[in-house]
Structure formats: structure tokens, C-alpha cells
């Protein structure tokens, strides 16, 4: 998953995204349930930085909620939120943008994060 988030911010997309499905590959297989969540939350970034893969985004992140929230990591869930709040603010869907903003600032504050 480093290496996925490495290639990501050296804006090699599609090495990221192999790397991620690779890593979610072997988090399923191991049962590991958590790391699952952090690898789903990296490809929801990892389709924030490339416009066609925006709707796969928003899938991802709900994946991420989905694996966190039962196992109260707030962080990756807070990181969640903040991630659907761009892609409905870019999909024009504002209402909802701010409803996730709101609840990923909550969250932050709430782990006295800034």
C-alpha cells in the first residue's frame, strides 16, 4: 500500500493503481480486514487524480466506510468522508459535498485533528 500511495504522489497513476489492487488482493486473501480499508480509501485518491475514474472513486470510498466504520477506525472513516465530499462537489452535487464535509470536519475535531 506504501508504494501505491508512493507512485500516486509521484503522479504515476497507473503503477499506483496496480500496486492498490495488488495490495487489496492480498488484504482479502490474509483476511486482513483493516489494511482492506486503507488500500480502498488509496484507491479512492488515486481515482481522485484522474478525472475518468471519478464514479469508481466514490465506490472506493464507500468500500473504505464500509470496512472502517465496524471496526471504529475513525481516521480512515474521516478520510472517507472527506474524499466523497470532492467528488460530489466536482460531480455538482452539493448538497451532499457539504453534508460529508461536515461530517469529516466533525470527525477531525472530534480527534482533535486540524
Known amino acids: ?11 504515476r497513476l497507473g503503477d499506483a493503481r496496480d500496486t492498490a489492487l495488488a495490495a487489496l488482493e492480498f488484504a482479502r486473501e490474509h483476511e486482513q480486514h483493516g489494511q482492506a480499508a486503507w488500500v480502498c480509501l488509496l484507491l479512492g485518491e488515486i481515482a481522485q ?6 464514479a469508481n472513486g ?9 470496512r472502517a466504520e465496524p471496526r471504529e477506525m475513525r481516521l480512515v472513516a474521516a478520510h472517507c468522508h ?33
Not at 49 to 54: E, F, G, I, K
Open 1 to 11: 500500500m506504501r508504494l501505491g500511495d508512493g507512485y500516486l504522489a509521484g503522479g
Open 49 to 54: 487524480a484522474d478525472p475518468s475514474l471519478l
Open 58 to 66: 466514490a465506490d472506493q470510498y464507500r468500500r473504505a466506510l464500509a
Open 82 to 114: 472527506a474524499g466523497l465530499a470532492k467528488v460530489y462537489r466536482r460531480t455538482g452535487k452539493q448538497r451532499e459535498a457539504q453534508a460529508r464535509l461536515n461530517t469529516a470536519t466533525t470527525m477531525y475535531r472530534e480527534m482533535e485533528m486540524t
